[in-house]
């Protein structure tokens, strides 16, 4: 398979895909646990289907010290036990922000307060922001067909 569009040859691309990581590279240094973050990311790619994002964020997680049994269980939160109740409560947030057409009203008012109970103002300001950043790199790849899932290394620059 072959992209619909070279994201990397493309003036317009590259630069929206520049400012994009900008806005990751905040995230990144919030004080959201980078763990967490790679959870939610891994959530939101699995549901939109961008393998290159399921690849890249289940590498960057073993990287970052997550567990094998842990991410393959991570499309299964809801009926695993290994997961904290405030990862829980973010991978219910990645899901319900990801899947915002899916339910009149976006979020529910129970998720969010249950993500306020484990995490601060500026994790759940990076939380939100998170869940918008991953969702534009997943419908990026997926629209234009980015076939190099596989080839990710944990650590990659790819900007």
Not at 16 to 43: D, F, Q
Request: net charge negative; hydrophobic share 50%; charged share 20%.
């Amino acid at each position: 398979m072959e992209a619909r569009l070279d994201l990397f040859g493309n003036q317009v691309a590259t630069k929206v895909l520049k400012y994009i990581t900008s806005a990751h590279n905040v995230v990144a240094k919030s004080s959201l646990p980078a763990g967490t973050a790679e959870l939610m990311r891994l959530r939101a790619s699995q549901i939109n289907g961008c393998a290159f994002c399921v690849d890249m964020h289940t590498k960057e997680a073993l990287h970052a010290g997550e567990t094998p049994v842990r991410l393959s269980l991570v499309a299964a939160w809801r009926e695993a036990t290994i997961f904290t109740e405030a990862e829980r409560a973010a991978l219910e947030l990645a899901e319900q922000g990801t899947r915002i057409a899916d339910a009149a009203g976006g979020v529910t008012d129970e998720a969010w307060a249950n993500a306020a109970k484990h995490y601060d103002e500026e994790q759940l300001a990076a939380m939100v922001a998170l869940v918008a950043i991953i969702n534009a790199f997943n419908r990026i790849n997926v629209i234009t067909q980015l076939p190099h899932a596989g080839d990710y290394h944990a650590g990659q620059v790819l900007l």
